[in-house]
Nanobody, 114 residues
Framework: QVQLVESGGGLVQPGGSLRLSCAAS????????MGWYRQAPGKQREFVAI???????GYGDSVKGRFTISRDNAKSTVYLEMNNLKPEDTAVYYC????????WGQGTQVTVSS
């Protein structure tokens, strides 16, 4: 059974940084694309970042240059380093991955506020 468990969310001031983690189990992690999405209240879930099995990455326009996705295959974990956070980054952040990119984590709340 594939499980994705996010951690690292919290409250941070504008301009601050956070690092999210997503620990995966139940699949061949190194063969899976892994991604981050987010959903703010009243808005649709939006794409944040993706890292493919060979390490290539992609980012949503709103986070380019501020967020960095990375993976540690030995730990079956994907990370999202978030810098220069803005109030509009406030959302629940979800990890996505597993076989056929078909699994989601439960989400972790990120709140950017002074």
């Amino acid at each position: 059974q594939v499980q994705l468990v996010e951690s690292g969310g919290g409250l941070v001031q504008p301009g601050g940084s956070l690092r999210l983690s997503c620990a995966a189990s139940g699949s061949i992690f190194s063969a899976d694309a892994m991604g981050w999405y987010r959903q703010a209240p009243g808005k649709q879930r939006e794409f944040v970042a993706i890292i493919r099995p060979r390490g290539s990455t992609g980012y949503g326009d709103s986070v380019k240059g501020r967020f960095t996705i990375s993976r540690d295959n030995a730990k079956s974990t994907v990370y999202l380093e978030m810098n220069n956070l803005k109030p509009e980054d406030t959302a629940v952040y979800y990890c996505r991955g597993g076989p056929d990119y078909g699994y989601w984590g439960q989400g972790t709340q990120v709140t950017v506020s002074s």
